[in-house]
């Protein structure tokens, strides 16, 4: 008889240990790879690679209600990627999670309103959204949208939280949860008092800044405690180094703020921008330590520009968002050329 892990739903197997599913004793309930995962924190490099297509093609044989679980830090990488286009075509539930690492004043039913604005301009066919953050109400809000009496489907990108979100539900921790992207493997039906619960594969986002990193640096870039907002107040032409990640030049402005929501593990830079490109030729991957797997600095970098008056957020896939209030200033963004960078209304 088969038997699955409970924590990424792979077929546990005990002949091939550099393989999938591998376990000591097949009456073992996890593989060691989630064991690894759990008690170690360890994790092989592209041990798994995500078909988005396959994945949605086993989302389209499955039955129930539809929870497209969005992580707010990434909000737009969501909403660009194929899981839109899917739920066009069928119903949904959001659970906007993540919310908690936010600064505590925020405005949760704001974000919701914010969100809602979003999907529908895009046609989201969506039933409800729902906030997971510092509110004690979530289980309640999420069972007063949610029917117990259907099986629930939880999809949405790689480390988005889909597998902690299962295991508030459950009430336990029985999936492996981890801030590597394929942690899930393949479909988990849990069968719970009240119905089944699918927790399936995080689909790869390609223009993410995620899938360039090593699973340390992702360490580093996936926020995981409260967000300390990091505030700058700019003169004319300065320059935000976020690491080695991205650089950011606020040019012919007058004055400028510029608010971060980033992880707090990441180090930012300030400087003139004449001493920028300097900074960068001297500096890239020792003080700006943090960088892109495969780019060697600015050359390879492409540099988004925006036009900017009022208040608007930038937003890096991947990484997080940046907000600049100026009534006027040019705006430009250098980073990895396969990272989406895009100019939107400001969330918060």
């Not at 995962?37 to 086993?58: A, P, W």
């Not at 949405?156 to 590597?180: C, E, F, H, P």
Request: glycine letters at 4%; hydrophobic letters at 35%.
């Amino acid at each position: 008889m088969e038997k699955r892990c409970l924590g990424c739903g792979a077929l546990l197997q005990n002949t091939d240990i550099s393989k999938i599913g591998y376990v000591q004793d097949i009456k073992m309930d996890y593989c060691k790879r989630c064991f690894q995962m759990i008690h170690y924190d360890i994790h092989n490099d592209n041990d798994f690679v995500t078909d988005n297509n396959l994945v949605l093609e086993k989302l389209r044989t499955l039955t129930g209600q539809y929870v497209w679980i969005i992580d707010i830090f990434d909000l737009d990488s969501s909403l660009d990627s194929v899981l839109a286009q899917f739920f066009t075509e069928r119903n949904c539930h959001i659970i906007l999670n993540k919310c908690d690492l936010l600064p505590e004043k925020v405005n949760y039913q704001k974000i919701g309103q914010y969100v809602l604005k979003r999907i529908k301009d895009k046609k989201i066919n969506c039933s409800a959204i729902i906030t997971r953050g510092t509110n004690p109400d979530f289980l309640d809000n999420f069972y007063h949208y949610v029917s117990t009496d259907d099986n629930l489907i939880i999809c949405g990108l790689a480390n988005v939280g889909k597998s902690t979100i299962i295991n508030q539900l459950l009430g336990k921790d029985v999936l492996t949860t981890n801030r590597y992207p394929g942690t899930t493997i393949e479909i988990n039906q849990i069968n719970t008092d009240f119905s089944i619960v699918n927790d399936t594969v995080g689909l790869v986002c390609p223009y993410s800044i995620q899938q360039y990193l090593t699973p340390k640096q992702l360490k580093a870039v996936l926020p995981s405690n409260k967000v300390r907002v990091t505030v700058f107040q700019l003169k004319q032409n300065q320059t935000i180094s976020i690491s080695g990640l991205c650089k950011i030049d606020i040019k012919n402005n007058q004055d400028a703020t510029v608010i971060l929501y980033l992880s707090n593990q990441i180090k930012l830079h300030r400087c003139k921008y004449e001493n920028s490109e300097k900074l960068w030729q001297n500096n890239y991957g020792k003080l700006l330590s943090l960088t892109v797997n495969k780019c060697s600095g600015l050359k390879q970098m492409k540099t988004y520009k925006f036009s900017h008056n009022g208040k608007k957020d930038y937003f890096i896939s991947g990484l997080g968002f940046i907000t600049v209030i100026s009534k006027k200033a040019d705006v430009e963004i250098s980073i990895y050329d396969k990272i989406m960078v895009k100019q939107r209304e400001a969330m918060i």
